[in-house]
Every structure is written in C-alpha cells, then in structure tokens.
C-alpha cells in the first residue's frame, strides 16, 4: 500500500486500513456520512492555512508566503489563541478574517539570513479542529522567485503616501494610521504602478496592462462588516460584455474591486465602519489579466495594509 502524508503527518493509507473495519453499508458513504451524490455542507467546514512558498531575498533574509482556504460557503473569523503564528515574535501579522475559498500570498513572513527554527501558523476551528502549516526553507521545491514571467510580468509596485514601495506578498505597511468615526465614511487610498517588462512589438501589450485593486477587511472586531463604496474620483465601471458563446454576463465587480486600465495612478475606495475598534484593512494589486500572471503560477501581487483605528 503506498502511504502520503497529510499536513498534519497523518498517512493515509492508516484512515484507508481503518475503513476496511466498516460495516458494507456505510462503505458507500463519505466523509461526515454523507453518500457519494450528497452536496457538502457549507458551513461549519475548516479553515487550512497553507505555505505557498519562500523566497531567498537578495539581502540574504528569507521570507514566507502564507495562504489560506475557507471550505465554508461564508466569511469566518479566527482570533486569538484560535489563530497563532510561533515563535511569538512573529504573531501579528496574520489574517483573523477569512473569506470563502482559496486565497494565496495573503502575507509574509521575513526571518533573517541565519534563522533556524520552523515558522508554525496554527488555526483552531469552530468545531475544534486544529489545522496547522509549518515555514521553512528547506523544501526546495517550495522556493519561489522575483523574476520576469515569459511575457515580462512582475509584481506591480504599491505605496502609501510615505513612499515606501512594497512587492508581492510580504508587501507594505502603511506607516499612518487612519482615523475615522462609525457610519462616517473613511477613504482609503494607495499607489499602484505597473512596472512588467514587455515587448513592444507584441501587439497584446499595445495598450498598458490593467491593475485590479482589491479592498478588504484583514483584521478588526468580530462580526463588523465593513461597507465600501465608490470613491466620487474612481470612474463607474463599464458594464461587462458577454461571454464569448453569447451566455449571460459576469456579475460586475463591487465597489471594493476597481479595475485601473491605465496601470497607475492614486486609487481611492470609501468604506464605513458599523463598530468602534482597530481594524486593519488589505489592499492587494495583481495584474491578472496579462497571458502570463495568475494567482496559481504564484505571480504577480502585491499586498498593502492600513491600519484605521475608529471611534462611537
């Protein structure tokens, strides 16, 4: 029997053993007694953080790209000791809201040159399932990397208005907090550049390549929903096309998504916040629809956080 190993170093092949004592009955059925046509629940499911991979940077530091996937069909959020990275040093930074679905390159994490401990991400579930995913820079074929896609893709630049210019996951932070009050709202705003290297002569890249700018809550007081809307300076989006069949049109993008055809400029975004608190708010830039960028290849993405501390 060939075994693999789960993240949790569980092999496999044990749970397959296991399943030979059950009754012919209930062979048919599936994880949580549910038969093989039966729709899955969508709630009450896990939350997996992942290592999406690492990075050898040119100072000689090593960063940690982390992910994660929400299994549930809604928004989940982890606090607390139900969601913590050791060593504790580096405890912080990590996402305490998670959206539904596969979400990569959410943060990372920048240990030194000479750093020999594993990084641990350690989420407990609601439903007191433990998932956990270690960093570590052993794994060769985890090492990602900054350079060029095939047709000149990079991370696009991203920048508060201190200047700092942050790329991929690791990202920016913004260095000012932003004040605001509850139900008034807040604008939110941020730099973006894209900066791929293209061949002039390939008529794909004739015009400038789009940057997608994408808000959402990453931290803040449990069960506060923050509301976005368009920014009076952000163009109302044209309405999507159909698809190539002639089938019905994509839903278009909320106001926490603005699309940037020209590739640069200030993007601003107004959201408003039902409950007093800290929040930390993340702002990811991609330029997914070039031919050779795509959030699975790992390429190309930049994070920014904003910090908003509001009051009653």
């Not at 960028?293 to 993405?301: I, V, Y």
């Amino acid at each position: 029997m060939r075994f693999r190993m789960t993240a949790n170093g569980v092999a496999l092949g044990l749970l397959w053993s296991s399943a030979l004592a059950v009754p012919a009955v209930l062979k048919a059925q599936g994880p949580e007694g549910r038969w093989p046509l039966q729709p899955e629940t969508g709630v009450g499911r896990i939350v997996a953080p992942f290592l999406e991979g690492w990075y050898h940077n040119d100072d000689g530091t090593y960063s940690f790209s982390f992910g994660y996937s929400n299994y549930n069909d809604s928004t989940v959020e982890l606090t607390g000791d139900a969601n913590e990275i050791t060593p504790s040093q580096f405890n912080g930074m990590q996402p305490t809201v998670f959206l539904p679905g596969k979400h990569r390159g959410m943060f990372a994490i920048t240990v030194p040159a000479d750093f020999a401990q594993d990084i641990w991400w350690q989420l407990t579930n609601g439903n007191g399932d433990v998932t956990k995913v270690p960093g570590r820079h052993t794994w060769n074929a985890y090492q990602l990397d900054w350079n060029p896609r095939p047709h000149g893709s990079v991370t696009p630049e991203v920048w508060f208005d201190e200047g700092d210019i942050g790329r991929g996951p690791p990202g920016v932070h913004a260095s000012k907090t932003i004040t605001g009050k509850v139900g008034t709202p807040v604008t939110l705003q941020v730099n973006i550049k894209e900066v791929s290297k293209r061949d002039p002569s390939d008529p794909r890249f004739r015009e400038p390549t789009s940057l997608r700018v994408v808000w959402s809550k990453y931290q803040g007081p449990v069960g506060a929903e923050v509301e976005f809307t368009r920014h009076p300076s952000t163009p109302v989006p044209e309405e999507p096309e159909e698809d190539a069949r002639g089938g019905r049109a994509r839903q278009p993008d909320g106001p926490d998504t603005i699309m940037v055809p020209s590739g640069e400029g200030l993007v601003r975004v107004l959201a408003t916040f039902p409950e007093p608190g800290d929040y930390v708010m993340n702002v990811q830039v991609d330029n997914w629809r070039a031919p050779d960028s795509a959030s699975g290849d790992q390429c190309c993405w930049t994070n920014g956080y904003q910090r908003v501390t509001v009051t009653p």
